[in-house]
């Protein structure tokens, strides 16, 4: 059994920068994947970027520029740190396992995911 689990969301300022963090628990990193997803508010979940086992990274075309995703394989740990936010960043966001191999995002395919974290991006 893999679980996962989410961290570092809440109210955040436009224009800010956050990291959220994910930690893996059940077999380590180099096992497998992991992606981050975003649910916007009554919209479809989007995948935002992903790390293969390997370490290649992911990011589909509109999320090239301020998404950025990195782990720490001692620790179980992958972070996303986002730059500039803005309100339509608002929303879940969720970490996921499984296999990634391309920035075509609807290809990922994830076998085990987190419960989300909530991300406010408003004054």
């Known amino acids: 059994q893999v679980d996962l689990v989410e961290s570092g969301g809440g109210l955040v300022q436009p224009g800010g920068p956050l990291r959220l963090s994910c930690v893996v628990s059940?077999?380590?990193?180099?096992?497998?994947?992991i992606g981050w997803f975003h649910q916007a508010p009554g919209k479809e979940r989007e995948g935002v970027t992903c790390?293969?086992?390997?370490?290649?990274?992911y990011y589909p075309a509109s999320k090239k520029d301020r998404f950025t995703i990195s782990r720490e394989t001692a620790k179980n740990m992958v972070y996303l740190h986002i730059d500039k936010l803005k309100p339509e960043g608002t929303g879940v966001y969720y970490c996921?396992?499984?296999?990634?191999?391309?920035?075509?995002?609807?290809?990922?395919?994830?076998?085990?995911w987190g419960k989300g974290i909530r991300v406010t991006v408003s004054e």
């Open positions: 059940g077999h380590t990193l180099s096992y497998f994947a």
């Open positions: 996921a396992a499984g296999g990634c191999y391309s920035d075509y995002a609807p290809s990922w395919g994830m076998d085990y």
């Open positions: 790390i293969s086992f390997d370490e290649s990274t």
